[in-house]
């Protein structure tokens, strides 16, 4: 198992109740914050998945500006929304961090959408876990070691599951290869919501 030590798996960890509450924070965000067409550095190439952010940071990419994290939406300008209390609690019960997340990057997969391997590394405070969220349609996740071609695992996300990337397994690389449209009725549109929340800066 080439997976390193700090990676968690908490398979259905919100029950449906949690989903669908968490769900309507996810809509409000996203109201203030419209979803947006990332794009890869220099090439500008754009991601198949769509993104927004909530609180004091939001990771976002560019062709210009590249990887990086900002408190405003790149085309409203707005600051972006606060982390809804839902999440600020999920933190709270799994990361094992004192200091509370700083972002929460929101993706929207739909059928078509997958997101290639990479590294979570933008990220000043590098002892703090990144937790993610799952919510609407299954997706199939991989996640290896802390190099690029290290052998990896494949495992289903599915609505609620919860998954912690700490200690070594901070810098694994991790990906989605695809999703599986129309196995949740969360999301009346079909698709899926990925939340990752991650503290940015040191805590004073
Ligand atoms: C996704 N997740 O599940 C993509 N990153 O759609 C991630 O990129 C991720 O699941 C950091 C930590 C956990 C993750
Ligand atoms: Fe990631």
Redesign the pocket.
Same mark, same amino acid.
């Given at each position: 198992m080439a997976i390193p030590q700090g990676f968690s798996y908490l398979s259905s960890y919100l029950d449906e109740e949690r989903q669908r509450k968490l769900l309507g924070a996810v809509r409000a965000v996203v109201a203030h914050s419209p979803l947006y067409t990332p794009a890869m550095p220099r090439s500008g190439k754009p991601l198949s998945v769509r993104m927004t952010n909530c609180g004091s940071l939001g990771w976002l990419t560019d062709r210009d500006g590249g990887y990086r994290y900002q408190p405003t939406h790149p085309d409203t300008g707005h600051a972006w929304a606060p982390i809804p209390e839902d999440l600020m609690r999920l933190w709270r019960e799994v990361a094992g961090y004192a200091a509370p997340p700083e972002a929460c990057l929101i +993706?929207y997969?739909s059928g078509t959408s997958r $997101?290639g391997s990479?590294k979570?590394a933008d990220e000043t405070d590098l002892s703090a876990p990144?937790l993610?969220v799952?919510l609407g349609d299954d997706?199939q996740?991989h996640v290896g070691g802390v190099g690029r071609t290290d052998p990896k695992e494949r495992l289903i $996300?599915r609505s609620g599951d919860v &998954?912690v $990337?700490g200690g070594a397994a901070r810098l694994a690389y991790?990906? &989605?290869d695809r999703i599986y449209p129309g196995t949740s009725d969360l999301l009346a549109e079909g698709g899926r919501f +990925?939340l990752?929340l991650r503290r940015v800066n040191l805590p004073d």
């Open positions: +993706n997969y $997101l990479h979570d990144v993610s799952s997706a996740f $996300l &998954i $990337l991790h990906g &989605i +990925n990752t």
